[in-house]
């Protein structure tokens, strides 16, 4: 399994930096992403990283604030969050694809979930 980290409270302009460890196995064959859902909002796909070759893709709404990496050696993928907005709120999850040759964007493309983290942006 794996456990997401890092959701808080922060003000409008802040960063947070939410982590997505693995647990009994290894994520280098897995594509990993980054979804968040906010209340009376659809699913959005914010962020993936393939990596066993750290190909990445951001959605255009986070696309220069957020930055995705992997540190392979703790099995974590990291998604940091900068210049935060009050529409980046919502709860965020961390999804795991297994042996994909491509970057997944849909989140039915995924096999694993998380429990999520909130992230809360302040005006």
């Known amino acids: 399994h794996f456990v997401e980290s890092g959701g808080g409270l922060v003000q409008a302009g802040g960063s947070l930096r939410l982590s997505c460890a693995a647990s009994g196995f290894s994520f280098d064959d897995y594509a990993i992403g980054w979804f968040r859902q906010a209340p009376g909002k659809e699913r959005e796909g914010v962020s993936c990283?393939?990596?066993?070759?750290?190909?990445?893709y951001y959605a255009s709404s986070v696309k220069g604030r957020f930055t995705i990496s992997s540190n392979n050696a703790k099995n974590t993928v990291y998604l940091q969050m900068d210049s935060l907005k009050p529409e980046d709120t919502a709860v965020y999850y961390c999804?795991?694809?297994?042996?994909?040759?491509?970057?997944?964007?849909?989140?039915?493309?995924?096999?694993?979930w998380g429990q999520g983290t909130q992230v809360t942006v302040s005006s």
């Open positions: 990283i393939r990596v066993s070759d750290g190909t990445t």
């Open positions: 999804l795991a694809a297994y042996g994909l040759g491509y970057l997944p964007i849909d989140s039915y493309e995924y096999d694993y």
